[in-house]
């Protein structure tokens, strides 16, 4: 069960000399930041990984629309929005979310291809059309309570989110909003890095107004709706959850939801240890212990990140194009910018 740790909480003082104003998002990693390298597959996991990239590539191939009880009219062929998203790292997260079990790896690829479509974002971006857009939720973001700032240690961009900003009523509106950040967030990491940090405050903030309705601890259907989609559609994407500022109320939250927290997700989640334990000071918000002197102002931040996100998305499009538009292509080609691929689709 979840602990408080309170009592080992410190940060460290530094110079304020050293404070980086800043307004919009880190837009590119560091240098001095590396991914770690992966893990060589075994001869086992790639027979598996080779099946699962030979059934999605099937010419013919159809999956549901739908997540629950598809009927015929619900199957339609994949498009090239989801054949750039089915990259070898993708099928290889899957599989290894369903400890390499060849059939539920492929029922849960097609069960997140069915939950993309229905949930509105498939076509990766609302450019591309997508119906959850910067424009459908950007009333939930105007208090900047999830902003993507600065990269981890591993290279994981940063996905903060604060709930004592929280501006709007409860609604479903509020659970596309997240996965909308999400989305952004996957937007910004580098080649080779495919998992993602979660710093989560619950501190509170006096100039956000408090609406009739709204609360900084989601209702537990919302708690669990959240946690399926993490979960079943997000397999290891979470790299790392820091997690502070917890007031009573959001640790018997924690503790209602537990049952429902995989194992796998309960081993990333750390609370209320120093965030420059694991983030380097010059990407850490400053009411975090970091040197960015971060100020959220909707106007300049939401454009500029959406900006930048949609530009990678294209720099990941045009590759995936250039390099043969087929399922299983590599991140690190879709993300990098070498000229030839460093990883043929059938190299494992």
């Known amino acids: 069960m979840f602990k408080s740790l309170r009592g080992k909480k410190k940060v460290e003082k530094f110079d304020d000399s050293k404070l980086i104003k800043i307004d919009i998002p880190i837009e590119n990693v560091p240098s001095g930041i590396q991914p770690p390298k992966p893990k060589e597959l075994t001869s086992e996991?790639?027979?598996k990984y080779l099946k699962v990239l030979k059934h999605f590539s099937q010419p013919n191939l159809k999956v549901p629309s739908v997540e629950k009880n598809p009927s015929e009219k619900d199957f339609a062929p994949l498009t090239e929005y989801e054949k750039a998203w089915l990259s070898r790292e993708c099928l290889l997260r899957y599989l290894r979310a369903t400890k390499w079990v060849l059939k539920d790896a492929i029922e849960r690829i097609t069960l997140?291809?069915?939950?993309r479509r229905e949930f509105g974002i498939s076509h990766l971006g609302g450019e591309n059309g997508d119906k959850v857009t910067m424009d459908s939720i950007g009333m939930e973001n105007e208090s900047g309570k999830q902003v993507i700032l600065g990269y981890e240690n591993n290279a994981?961009?940063?996905?903060?989110?604060?709930a004592g900003r929280q501006n709007t009523k409860t609604s479903h509106r509020q659970v596309e909003h997240l996965v909308y950040m999400l989305e952004r967030v996957i937007d910004f990491m580098p080649d080779g890095q495919d998992s993602l940090a979660l710093l989560i405050d619950f501190k509170e903030y006096p100039d956000v107004p408090k609406v009739a309705g709204n609360s900084t601890i989601p209702p537990i259907g919302i708690g669990k709706e959240v946690l399926h989609i993490l979960q079943t559609h997000y397999p290891e994407r979470l790299g790392k959850a820091l997690v502070t500022n917890i007031p009573w109320i959001a640790w018997t939250f924690l503790k209602l939801i537990h049952p429902f927290i995989d194992s796998?997700?309960?081993?990333?989640?750390?609370?209320?240890e120093p965030f420059p334990n694991y983030v380097p000071l010059d990407q850490l918000d400053k009411f975090n212990g970091g040197y960015l002197d971060f100020n959220y102002k909707h106007k300049v931040y939401w454009p500029t990140m959406n900006k930048m996100a949609k530009e990678k998305r294209s720099h990941y499009l045009a590759r995936f194009q250039k390099f043969g538009g087929v399922v299983g292509l590599s991140e690190l080609d879709l993300r990098g910018t070498n000229d030839t691929l460093s990883r043929p689709v059938e190299s494992v």
């Open 112 to 115: 997140s291809l069915a939950w």
């Open 156 to 162: 994981r961009p940063i996905l903060y989110l604060k």
């Open 45 to 47: 996991q790639k027979e």
């Open 264 to 272: 796998m997700t309960r081993e990333k989640l750390v609370f209320d």
